[in-house]
């Protein structure tokens, strides 16, 4: 028997590190990372207007969301032997920022009177101020053209405005310090622009005041003019803990301007607004005054934001415009060329606006110059002026009035003109653009900004893009997983398991109403202009602002890539970090766990098929049916009727299947036998315990199987249940006995067979590492059945690949025996 000599008793039990204790754990990790999502989610909700809820409701809140992150952190370092203890510390440290936020407390870092703009998320808006927070955001996280920089924060205007002269000392200095090192990082001193904006625990982000400064030591000036305005006119806001300051440089360029992500007029569907006009106009524009020479343009918020309505202001004709020549009358007063942007620039902006829209959650302004060399760059971010003004407090509501809004607006959309239906709502809202088609591997800056993303599978992965969407839909995702809170998060309308969202052909114009689960052929103005309004109805009530507060220290995801360096337990920042590293490194430790050196799992029962290997299984819980052996034979036999476990019997399906096997002895040449004797030699050096044991750990929704054939190894892991967030496919192959050529050869073979199955595959030597995510029960088991065959199939297969030729022939050879389709991918999360 291969397997003569091994101490099944001694396989894996339930003390801690064994194979039952690691499975079960993994279990418990898994479903309290599914409370801890729900939780998010009806937090979001009530963000959303979904019900009222008062303090108690965010104490509970708190309490719940920071217990189920610890024991996520405690079971995970269970299952690794206390090597995460790092995660512990960001458990306690997100448990202290929550609790401080209900206190009414700045957060941890309240002791700072300046912060550079890397250390600012949103989640300091209170103690940096919205325009430094946000600046930092859109320049960090979502790449659009925002400067570098740092806040002066409301401890270090407090303490300027103060009486304490060292106070005042040490904060000046802090100052000097910080502009000294932007200065560096922007290799030399530069002229500075700084805003003094409302902040603190009740603060709007409205703009106070502005001022510049370009002398010969400028950040002594900086920390003379942040002084003397915290002593000043600001003095009681300031000591009040009411004031910060986003200073940052001050950009130069051939026009300046404003865009409002959200403008009002009533013969217009919902649109945006850009300002445009001269540098030297800066401080009236950016103030809201009207000016004769500044432009006025009405844009779509709907891409490609085509312009609704344009007032161009008066210019003299040796007015300096950009990129434009001598102007020219035309017919009436207008001038040919007159317009400070073209129509591709301002759809440039319309673009960057959404995004910081999405990323501010609500409606804003934006400040912008427009450089010598072309590109925009974000000078400024402030709170949107009045939207819509006839929703004011004293103004009736159409709802309440018992009216139908879409009588209100625009028609509602033909339901003819409904191109799908169904799915679950991941986030409400409405959004609308053309069709992008999105997965693991796309890159965040080839998406088109508001466009409309279509996935297979709501992957953690794809969060990076998220932010850059009007809209999310996939065809496999539920709304209690990590994108569908990180769409929550970025305000994108979002529909998870959505069939038929992929046959959606790129670049269609289509409008989602998520909150319905309905995606409409083309731009439903009525809906975009219902749904602006219900974001212009949302309040800032005490508890709202601290549930936006705790909440951005809950749902962010940071760390999102487990290959990437700075995905380790202590860079988690949030409750959402915390809880998606411990399911990644869960899913590793159970890929990597050795059954051979576990101890504790009792006897293995013999498969009794006609099988082209012998395998052993072991029930770790419901993987295995109650009673006698099915099958005639030797005491304790299984066959295929007596598993459980879904994964493993679908792996055993594909084994079993006539078409994966190969019949005839292996064609080894000399060549071959002389280049296994070593790895012979390495084999009869092993424990007896480990040779040529085949063993398959069966669980109701989880498989482990391990085999051994001859010289080489591989290992396939499974969950497969029924929220598709859960289910993974994993396959590792190594080894051989040809020599290193045909052992490449077969590698490869594998690799580009994986590739075509869905899997995202990598190759190293003869090795080979397939993993699938995100896949709906039924696609994960037809993986197990393909992966079952290919393990059949690919048996003794490296002394056969003479060439590459034939390793391309056998690869056909097994797609073809499959009978699957050329361009054959089962789903998954591309």
Same mark, same amino acid.
């Given at each position: ?65 920071? +217990? ?61 101020? #919205? ?136 013969? #217009? ?44 202001? +008066? ?140 996935? +297979? ?89 601290? #549930? ?137 050096? %092993? ?18 199987? %391990? ?55 990598? +190759? ?67």
């Amino acid at each position: 028997m291969a397997d003569a000599g091994v101490d099944i008793a001694a396989l894996g039990g339930m003390e801690p590190g064994g194979v039952r204790f690691l499975f079960r754990t993994f279990k418990r990790i898994l479903a309290l990372n599914t409370q801890a999502l729900e939780r998010m989610a009806q937090m979001d909700r009530a963000l959303g207007g979904g019900y009222v809820f008062d303090k108690a409701f965010l104490d509970k809140s708190v309490r719940d969301i920071c +217990r189920l992150t610890h024991l996520v952190a405690y079971h995970l370092n269970g299952m690794a032997g206390e090597t995460l203890t790092p995660l512990y510390d960001a458990t306690l440290a997100v448990r202290d920022a929550l609790e401080d936020i209900l206190a009414g407390g700045m957060g941890p870092l309240a002791h700072r009177r300046a912060l550079p703009f890397s250390e600012l998320g949103w989640e300091l808006e209170p103690l940096a101020g #919205l325009c430094a927070a946000g600046l930092a955001v859109l320049g960090r996280r979502l790449s659009l053209p925002a400067p570098d920089g740092f806040a002066v924060t409301v401890t270090g205007m407090a303490a300027l405005a103060g009486d304490d002269p060292r106070e005042v000392g040490n904060a000046s200095d802090d100052i000097v310090r910080e502009a000294g090192t932007l200065f560096a990082r922007l290799g030399g001193a530069r002229p500075l622009l700084f805003t003094f904006v409302a902040a603190g625990e009740r603060g709007t982000g409205r703009v106070l005041a502005e001022a510049t400064c370009g002398g010969a030591d400028i950040a002594a000036d900086v920390a003379a003019e942040t002084a003397r305005m915290a002593r000043g006119r600001l003095c009681a806001e300031a000591l009040a803990g009411g004031v910060a300051v986003c200073v940052r440089p001050n950009v130069s360029g051939v026009a300046r301007g404003t865009i409002q992500t959200l403008a009002h007029d009533p013969s #217009l569907p919902p649109a945006m607004l850009v300002v445009a006009g001269p540098p030297e106009n800066w401080a009236g524009l950016a103030a809201g005054d009207e000016s004769p020479v500044s432009d006025r343009y009405w844009l779509s918020r709907t891409a490609p934001h085509q312009p609704l309505r344009t007032r161009l202001g +008066r210019k003299d004709l040796n007015a300096p415009l950009p990129g434009g020549g001598p102007l020219s009358p035309s017919r009436g007063r207008m001038l040919r060329g007159s317009a400070w942007l073209t129509p591709e620039q301002s759809a440039e902006l319309a673009e960057i606006g959404l995004a910081a829209e999405r990323a501010l959650d609500g409606p804003c302004l934006l400040s912008w110059t427009l450089a010598e060399a072309g590109g925009f760059v974000i000078t400024g971010l402030a709170p949107a002026r009045a939207a819509f003004p006839e929703l004011s407090a004293d103004a009736p509501d159409a709802d309440a009035a018992g009216g139908d809004p879409c009588d209100a607006v625009d028609a509602c959309p033909d339901p003819a003109d409904a191109l799908l239906r169904g799915g679950q709502v991941a986030c409400a809202g409405v959004g609308a653009g053309p069709i992008a088609r999105i997965g693991e591997s796309t890159l965040p800056e080839s998406v088109p900004l508001g466009s409309v993303g279509v996935a +297979r599978a709501a992957a953690p992965s794809l969060s990076r893009i998220v932010p850059r969407l009007g809209a999310l839909l996939t065809e496999v995702g539920t709304a209690a997983s990590h994108l569908a809170t990180v769409a929550r998060e970025s305000r994108v309308p979002a529909v998870f398991g959505l069939p038929g969202a992929t046959a959606l052909p790129a670049g269609t114009m289509v409008t989602v109403d998520a909150e319905q689960g309905v995606v409409y052929r083309g731009v439903a103005e009525g809906l975009l202009r219902q749904a602006a309004m219900q974001r212009a109805r949302e309040g800032a009530e005490p508890e709202v602002l601290v #549930l936006r507060r705790l909440l951005r220290h809950i749902r962010p995801l940071n760390l999102v890539d487990p290959a990437a360096e700075n995905f380790r337990a202590g860079n988690c920042r949030t409750c959402h970090d915390i809880i998606h590293f411990a399911h990644e490194r869960a899913v590793e430790l159970l890929v990597e766990m050795d059954p051979l050196k576990k101890g504790g799992l009792g006897a293995p029962r013999r498969l009794a098929e006609d099988s082209p290997l012998e395998l052993r299984v072991v029930d770790v819980g419901g993987g295995l049916t109650d009673g006698p052996a099915k099958t005639p034979g030797a005491s304790g036999d299984v066959c295929l009727a007596d598993i459980a476990s879904e994964p493993l019997r679908a792996f055993i399906e594909g084994l079993l299947l006539p078409e994966a096997r190969r019949e005839g002895p292996a064609n080894v040449g000399l060549g071959d036998i002389l280049s296994g004797m070593g790895r012979s030699g390495r084999a009869l050096s %092993t424990p007896a315990s480990g040779a040529g044991l085949n063993l398959a750990l069966a669980g109701r929704d989880y498989a482990n199987i %391990t085999l051994r054939l001859g010289y080489h190894f591989s290992v396939v892991d499974a969950v497969v249940g029924e929220k598709p967030e859960q289910n993974f496919l994993y396959f590792r192959f190594a080894g051989g006995f040809a020599g290193d050529d045909r052992r490449a050869r077969r590698a490869g073979l594998i690799l580009r067979v994986l590739e075509r199955l869905g899997f995202r595959a990598m +190759r190293k030597g003869d090795l080979v590492v397939g993993k699938r995510r995100m896949l709906e029960a039924e696609d994960a088991l037809t993986g197990m059945r393909l992966l079952g065959a290919l393990s059949a199939y690919t048996r003794q297969l490296d002394v056969e690949l003479a060439d590459d030729a034939d390793a391309e022939r056998f690869a056909r050879g097994f797609i073809e025996a499959l009978h699957l389709p050329e361009n054959f991918v089962d789903g998954g999360d591309e």
